[in-house]
């Protein structure tokens, strides 16, 4: 089974920072890779998909690359809005989520 | 607009059994996959069972496998989780989410429940 894991766990960062948060994969995935983002208490919601593909709705400071096992995902200037916990996820036969990352207030 | 709302969460004894269910409204339910995610409270997702448009193709993480069943009703819109021998590592908030397509692999998760808390514990 793939497993995914991402770096670094928590980030501290200030508005208009850009952020970014790699997560890879324990064996190549080709293009099924996507982003969500959660928020306490709620549920997660999709940002991208297909690694880089911005779900609709999404702002486009948010951006997603890479390749084969490894993935990122950045946030060009965060707003105060972006303060939450972020996901990878492998969607396929098994589908695998990274651990997350916190992005906190600095 | 798009909803999920799953029901049949609550306090269950280890051993013991507990069928969860998602009623989907705003979209072609018979079209798409769906699937669970469970989330321990404070600590990351993990994805527990997937099925596909019409029942022909289930999954599940290798934890719940011979223990949960997924199905759903597509004339009712509505997606279940059967949970037998439940174990204390069985607790979490379960979401019901739906995939972008019809099939359970190679599409993400475009929209999510706001989950149902199950705990396990004697």
């Known amino acids: 089974d793939v497993q995914m894991t991402q770096s670094p766990s928590s980030l501290s960062a200030s508005v208009g920072d850009r952020v970014t948060i790699t997560c890879r994969a324990s064996?190549?995935?080709?293009?099924?890779l996507a982003w969500y983002q959660q928020k306490p208490g709620k549920a997660p919601r999709l940002l991208i998909y297909?690694?880089?593909t911005l779900q609709t709705g999404v702002p486009s400071r948010f951006s997603g690359r890479g390749s084969g096992t490894e993935f990122t995902l950045t946030i060009s200037s965060l707003q105060p809005d972006d303060f939450a916990i972020y996901f990878c996820h492998h969607y396929n036969i098994d589908s695998a989520f990274g651990p997350g990352t916190t992005v906190e207030v600095k | 607009e798009v909803q999920l709302v799953e029901s049949g969460g609550g306090l269950v004894q280890p051993g013991r059994s507990l069928r969860l269910s998602c009623v989907a409204s705003g979209f072609s339910f018979e079209d798409h996959g769906m699937h669970w995610v469970r989330q321990v409270p404070g600590k990351g997702l993990e994805w527990v069972s997937g099925i596909n448009w019409n029942s022909d193709s289930k999954g599940y993480v290798d934890s719940v496998k011979g223990r949960f069943i997924i199905s759903r009703d597509n004339a009712k819109n509505s997606l279940h989780l059967q949970m037998d021998s439940l174990k204390d590592e069985d607790t979490g908030v379960y979401f019901c989410?739906?995939?972008?397509?019809?099939?359970?692999?190679?599409?993400?998760?475009?929209?999510w429940g706001q989950g149902t808390l199950v705990t396990v514990s004697s």
């Open positions: 989410a739906k995939g972008s397509y019809y099939d359970r692999a190679g599409y993400p998760f475009d929209h």
């Open positions: 064996q190549e995935i080709r293009e099924w």
């Open positions: 297909k690694v880089s």
